[in-house]
């Protein structure tokens, strides 16, 4: 593979990455348990799980939260390789920030190594602080998984979150797809008008990335002027960036009466762990 087709591929394995995290509309219309919940309810009761587990340095109880959740997922109808592909990256990235942990924790060494003697105290940390770290991440990725974009907006309006934060959040969920689809568009672009067989050198090959990351950027800057000046069109200030929606499902008082006590055994079982 040529530094080109590096590029390239690294341009597409990233835009299908990005589609399949944001783009999860199918799910939400399933017919599922946590669907059939308000949102509202399930943004405060998740909110306040997650709050308790952070609270928490039992590694059973969390093992317990991250279990439950699964089984959440498979109650609302989420496939389980898709709630695994959202939730294995960010603990592998945090037991690689905390292992130094593992030796630089004073306690009871497990194996007999000199100064990168790996202690229990030290293994206890890196195993709670990932395990937490799972259970926090795939709670909230049900929360996405089967929650409207909309409805979570409208939810956070109903909050009293401010109008203002809402619209960031609603403005910059829909441009991260319209940016990703320029990058595409500029490497497909590319690709047309290189003569094929030819295999360019490291150096041609690092002119160009950054030649295209350039014109990326230069183009992203256009449209947010644009975006603005649309804003500014429309009056500016918070209403012109307000695209929050209003609640279009309809929930179950059963599945709210239902969720309510999970939320609440989760919470008392935290605790008095």
């Given amino acids: 593979m040529t530094y ?3 590029l390239d591929r690294t341009v597409a394995e990233l835009g299908a990455h990005v589609r399949l995290l944001l783009l999860g509309e199918s799910y939400p219309a399933r017919d599922g348990f946590l669907q059939r919940v308000d949102p509202t309810l399930k943004l405060l009761g998740v909110t306040a799980v997650v709050v308790a587990a952070v609270a928490t340095h039992e590694v059973g109880t969390l093992l317990a939260l991250l279990v439950a959740a ?15 592909a959202r939730v294995w990256l960010p603990p592998t990235l945090s037991a690689v920030v905390v292992a130094p942990r593992v030796v630089l924790t004073p306690g009871t060494p497990l194996v007999a190594l000199g100064p990168l003697s790996p202690t229990d105290a030290g ?34 309006r109903r909050l009293r979150v ?13 441009y991260l797809l319209v940016f990703l689809r320029e990058l595409q568009r500029l490497v497909v672009a590319r690709r047309a008008r ?3 067989g030819r295999r360019p050198s490291l150096r041609e090959s690092w002119r160009e990335s950054g030649s295209l990351l350039g014109t990326f950027f230069v183009r992203t800057l256009e449209r947010s002027e644009r975006v603005q000046a649309a804003a500014a069109a429309r009056g500016g200030g918070r ?19 239902a969720f309510a006590a999970l939320v609440l055994v989760g919470i008392v079982g935290v605790v008095v762990a």
């Fill in 4 to 6: 080109r087709g590096v």
């Fill in 70 to 84: 699964f089984g959440l997922g498979r109650l609302s109808a989420v496939p389980l390789r898709t709630l695994f």
């Fill in 123 to 156: 293994v206890a940390y890196v195993a709670t602080f990932v395990v937490r770290v799972a259970a926090c991440v795939a709670l909230l990725s049900l929360v996405l998984l089967t929650t409207h974009f909309t409805d979570l907006l409208a939810a956070l």
């Fill in 162 to 174: 401010p109008t203002l934060f809402v619209g960031i959040v609603a403005v910059t969920y829909r």
């Fill in 194 to 196: 290189t003569i094929r």
């Fill in 239 to 257: 209403r012109a960036i307000d695209v929050g929606g209003r609640h279009r499902t309809t929930s179950s008082r059963r599945s709210n009466v």
